[in-house]
């Protein structure tokens, strides 16, 4: 995040914010009054506590002049390198809205409780007024915190949702894997049955649990045929067809793949083995 100015506005009878598109974010929170203000042609009023934060080359003026003085609001410009606007289905780069390798802020209005904001706004003015014109690192740093305590009082006000509801969420895929991974579900079955989009859950899923679905569906099945095969005396390929395989060929395979020996030579290496150990 690279900070480029700020200021506090004092507003006259008559003003009316001038019409802008510029090449970084725009942060305003305004203190006292009401603020008419048009953003990529979205009408705003924004009151005491609320704030709006205006992404790059987005067009935005105000919508009618001011009638009293009583409008103060802070603002700041500032740019940020690889941003990406997303929404709550496509969190950055498929990652959970939680995630802390990115914050995540909501665009255009919002309304948080800003005594906080207040403050650290009338520090980082204090800041950059030690090196104005020249915004100092500092001031970056500074500015990187004020969207820090933005993004977590919005989090605690609701406004954006937590990383707990998407692990919470996920943890329920991967219990209702666990138990229906016998049935012949695919991938996208789940994804379906879970409103998620088949490859943005795989990527989130293996970042949550270090597996992909397939191959913890793979596990599951292959884990249950381990059991048949030692609990009961069912032949290979309906051990296949209990465990969610249509071909017994291709079980077989999995099964080597997985424990090193055909589900033959376990059923008898392992009897061998439990017979030796009695």
């Known amino acids: 995040m690279e900070f480029q100015s700020a200021g506090r506005f004092i507003g006259t009878p008559g003003w009316i914010h001038e019409r802008r598109k510029v090449d970084s974010f725009e942060l305003i929170l305004v203190e006292d009054g009401t603020l008419p203000l048009t953003v990529d042609g979205s009408h705003l009023e924004l009151g005491p506590n ?3 934060l205006i992404p790059p080359e987005s067009p935005h003026e105000g919508s009618r002049r001011l009638k009293h003085s009583s409008l103060t609001f802070f603002w700041a410009h500032f740019a940020i390198r690889g941003w990406q606007a997303v929404d ?3 969190p950055p780069d498929g990652r959970p809205q939680g995630d802390k390798d990115h914050m995540v802020l909501p665009i255009g209005r919002t309304s948080v409780r800003s005594d906080r904001l207040n403050v650290m706004f009338n520090q980082l003015l ?3 007024q030690r090196s104005y014109p020249n915004p100092s690192t500092y001031c970056s740093y500074f500015m990187t915190c004020m969207l820090m305590e933005m993004a977590i009082g919005m989090t605690e006000a609701g406004v954006l949702p937590t990383g707990n509801d998407e692990r919470n969420k996920l943890q329920q895929v991967h219990d209702w894997i ?4 016998c049935d012949r579900i695919t991938v996208k079955r789940v994804s379906d049955y879970f409103n998620y989009s088949p490859s943005y859950l795989s ?9 992909s679905i397939s191959t913890q569906m793979a596990r599951i099945r292959i884990e249950r045929a381990q059991d048949l095969l030692l609990s009961t005396s069912m032949n290979v390929r309906d051990v296949a067809a209990a465990c969610g395989y249509s071909d017994a060929k291709y079980f077989m395979r999995m099964f080597k793949r997985q424990t090193g020996l055909t589900p033959t030579r376990y059923r008898s290496s392992f009897n061998q083995r439990h017979y030796n150990n009695a």
């Open 203 to 211: 990527t989130i899923y293996k970042r949550q649990f270090g597996i």
């Open 88 to 90: 709550e289905s496509s």
């Open 50 to 52: 609320d704030l709006v």
């Open 178 to 181: 666990r138990i229906n991974a």
């Open 126 to 128: 204090d800041i950059y």
